[in-house]
């Protein structure tokens, strides 16, 4: 049970953060928001999530799984409140740096307890499925909830989050009926000075790795803070459950990515996944060039599915032969690298849409797949072989 009480925890989590993001449109047109204001909203998130996971990222090696799991549903819960009353950009930003904060405990802490509670019965390559995919399932699951709920139900400004509190609470009552994986020790003010670990010697992995989830996630942070966006001014529609197909469209295929690269090796599954990707991303760009929707859609899920095979080709290849008091750690520095990597271009996105049109914005990520590719087939490397035996 634990296994999948903690996977259901991690969709959560990301459901959660992602139910604002349908309405913001809606807060841009209604209370007066701005581009830079909706980038800055992805920004606070991820640096939210930095911050936990440098400051709080090996707290539930000492505190335990579950302790930290309950922390992160907290955060959560208090952000729900505070955006049931946006009047202004201060409450959405302030609400996503608590959902930014309760992603990061669940990017290490909750991903940690999905990989100690996998049980020998399950396929070897379920844990890593699960854990780089679920933050892109999850913000879809949020995001499709969300602005269905929005576009069709009563009270389209608030009962999105009143659905966020009744989902934590849930899961939190399966998480407290599961097993816990860490026994409490001592250590726990030395694990709050930042540090990432990659104990094994086969460093060589990280950097390629490193690049796949900058390229990766950097898209990712740009539908965050632009999809809805580009379904208003790009394809022509002001529904909320369009935007949130926008979102979607990219998040949710990531889930097929890793299962179909299963059988391949951690290299072989970067290289043609981050292929499909740069494919899929330039294929998005001519399609919002002539507004065709269906074409974009397409060639977003493309893109989901290419960002699946190259980020769980990449933790796959980081995990091998990590003990389970090392992998809060590594995990750490998967997520961290990953939300830097969204974090910055965000920034940069913000401050370019002042001069830049949203598909100039658009056209930059794609020149970045374009390098992240070269690098990729140029450089992935598996992992030693005896990292390998050891992993199984």
Partial sequence: MGFWAATVAMLVAFAASATPIPLYDVYRRTEGL????LSL???????????????????????GRK???????????AASLILLNVSSALPLIAGRLLLGLACGLASSAIASFVVDSASTGLPQWLPAVVVGNSPMVGLTIGALTSGTLVEYAPYPRALCYWVVLAGLLVSTGLVALSRETVKRGPGLLSSLRPSFSLPHSDRRLYPVAACAF??????GGFYQAYGTSVAVTQLGSTSTLVAAIVFSSFLLPCAIGGPLTSRMSPARAQRMGMVVFTLAVLGSLAALRVSATTAFLLCSAMAG??????VTGSIRSLLAGVSSQDRAGVLSLIYATSYTGAAVPSLIAGQLSHFLTLFQLATCYGGLAVITCIIILIFARDPRPALVQTAA
């Avoid at 701005?34 to 204001?37: E, F, G, I």
């Avoid at 599915?305 to 190259?310: I, L």
Wanted: hydrophobic letters at 60%.
């Fill in 34 to 37: 701005t581009y830079s204001d």
């Fill in 214 to 219: 900058v390229a990766t996630w950097a898209l």
């Fill in 67 to 77: 302790p930290v799991t309950f922390l992160a549903f907290g955060l959560a819960a």
């Fill in 305 to 310: 599915a290419g960002q699946g095979a190259v």
């Fill in 41 to 63: 909203t992805a920004v606070v998130y991820f640096v939210g999530a930095i911050t936990a996971l440098l400051v709080f990222g090996r707290v539930s090696n000492h505190l």
